[in-house]
T-cell receptor
Framework: DQQVKQNSPSLSVQEGRISILNCDYT??????FLWYKKYPAEGPTFLIS?????DKNEDGRFTVFLNKSAKHLSLHIVPSQPGDSAVYFC????????????FGKGTTLSVSS | DVKVTQSSRYLVKRTGEKVFLECVQD?????MFWYRQDPGLGLRLIYF???????EKGDIPEGYSVSREKKERFSLILESASTNQTSMYLC?????????????FGPGTRLTVL
């Protein structure tokens, strides 16, 4: 049973527009949520995270929103750039469960110029 | 600058061969992880380790084993490679329980089993 779900396998956006990537989770005990970005033939790189006690975290063009009541988070990229084209993974962690991260299946973002 | 390195970027092996994938981190992290990534399946945890000589099974440990003799090194072993183990293998490390539990990933090894 998937605890972290990314229901959209792919997303296409035009350069300069907003990209919104979504993630749902089932375990209310998660303490942190993280977003990773992955280019082909490279390892994932950390993008941004949010604590479960916050509802928003911003870093430059990237903002993550958390809606605990809906068990939903989203990553907003504004403005989108062609270099943002990659696979984005949502992940969650629970300090009660140790240091393992639980990953979603990923969303492939394509930004066209 | 944090660094996780993996012994090979690309590897081609034959069915039945024993395969070793090596991972080294220079951040003095206690925790190390092995994942495989397949299209449409995301990152699936194979094994992880919280300390030297400690190991824990992840979600898909069948057909794999691991070794952690030194803190900085975590090896994944395919005892008898099979074609369904063709995949991208990713190693990661993280410090002890702290904040978001961010993991730092290596560049990956693309393994093809013929």
């Amino acid at each position: 049973d998937q605890q972290v779900k990314q229901n959209s396998p792919s997303l296409s956006v035009q350069e300069g527009r907003i990209s919104i990537l979504n993630c749902d989770y089932t375990n209310s005990m998660f303490d942190y949520f993280l977003w990773y970005k992955k280019y082909p033939a490279e390892g994932p790189t950390f993008l941004i995270s949010i604590s479960s006690i916050k509802d928003k975290n911003e870093d430059g063009r990237f903002t993550v929103f958390l809606n605990k009541s809906a068990k939903h988070l989203s990553l907003h990229i504004v403005p989108s750039q062609p270099g943002d084209s990659a696979v984005y993974f949502c992940a969650a962690s629970s300090n009660q469960a140790g240091t393992a991260l639980i990953f979603g299946k990923g969303t492939t973002l394509s930004v066209s110029s | 600058d944090v660094k996780v390195t993996q012994s090979s970027r690309y590897l081609v092996k034959r069915t039945g061969e024993k395969v070793f994938l090596e991972c080294v981190q220079d951040m003095d992290h206690e925790n190390m992880f092995w994942y495989r990534q397949d299209p449409g399946l995301g990152l699936r945890l194979i094994y992880f380790s919280y300390d030297v000589k400690m190991k824990e099974k992840g979600d898909i440990p069948e057909g794999y084993s691991v070794s952690r003799e030194k803190k900085e090194r975590f090896s994944l072993i395919l005892e008898s490679a099979s074609t369904n183990q063709t995949s991208m293998y990713l190693c990661a490390s993280s410090p002890p329980l702290a904040g978001s539990n961010e993991q730092f990933f290596g560049p990956g090894t693309r393994l093809t089993v013929l």
